[in-house]
C-alpha cells in the first residue's frame, strides 16, 4: 500500500472543492450543512480503520498514519467540508439569535432572488391611471387635499393605495379628473404659452383669484370670480405682441400689418 502524501494534485482538489464549497455555502447553505454531517461520518470510518489497522487513536495529520491514498484524500475532503459545515451552522445560529428568521437561504440567493411584490393591507383600496400625467395629478391631488396614500408596484404598474375612510374625498378626487376641467366652466388652456401668461396677469390685475391645474400634461387656468366668458373678453382686449422682423417691416414701408 503506498502511503498518503501531498502532491500537487491534492492541493488543486482541494482548491477546487474549496470553490465548489463557497458556493454551495452562498446560494444553499443548507447542503453544506447536510455535507457537513456526512463528511462527520466519513472522518470517522477513516479515523476507527487506520486506528485498527495502526494501533493509533489519537492522530491529528494524515501524513503521520500510514493511509492510503484513498483514505487521505477522503480525510482531508471530508474535513474540508466538517469545517465548511460548522462555520455555516454557527453562522446560521447567531443570525437565528439576531432575529433573523430567513434561515439557511444563502447570502446570494436572499440578495439575487426578486424580491416578493408588496401586498397592501386588507380593506385598502388601490387604483392606476394608464395615463401618466393623469396617474401623476392623481397623486398631487391626493397630497393637496391632506389624504395620506402610499404606492404599490404590481405587474410593472404603480398603484396608489389609501384606507376606506378616505373613500368618499378620493372618489370625488376621481371624479374631476376624469371629468377634466372643462366640467367646471370657468376655465381655458391656451396654446400659446405667451397668451396663456397674459390671460393670468390680465386676471390679477382685475383682481380675480384663480389657480392653475394640469390635465393630461396641458396647463389649465380655473377662476372663480366673474363671468363665465372671462377668456372672451380677454381675447377682444388682448393684442399679441409684433414680432421684430413684422414691426421693422412695417415701419420701413409705412403699412398697418397685423401681428
Known sequence: MDPFTIT?????FLGVLAVLELAIVLVFPAVSVLLGAVAAVL???????AGIR????????????????????IALSAALMFAAGIFVTGYEAIRYASGERDLLTGYAFRHLRPGPETSRPVGTRAFNYSDPAMQQQFKDELAKAGIPFTL????????????????????EIEGKIREGPASGGRNVHFGDPATQQAFKDWLTERGIAYE???MRGEEFVLWKGGSEDLSKQFLKEYSPPCDRDTAA????TGEKKPC
Do not use: C
Open 249 to 252: 417691416s412695417a415701419s420701413k
Open 8 to 12: 500537487r494534485q491534492t492541493i488543486t
Open 43 to 49: 472522518l470517522t470510518f477513516v479515523w476507527m480503520k
Open 152 to 171: 404599490d408596484t404590481r405587474d410593472g404598474k404603480e398603484y396608489v393605495v389609501w384606507t376606506p375612510e378616505h373613500n368618499a374625498a378620493v372618489d
Open 54 to 73: 495502526t494501533r493509533k487513536w489519537l492522530w491529528f495529520n494524515p501524513v503521520a498514519v500510514p493511509l492510503s491514498q484513498f483514505e487521505g484524500a
Open 212 to 214: 392653475i391645474t394640469t
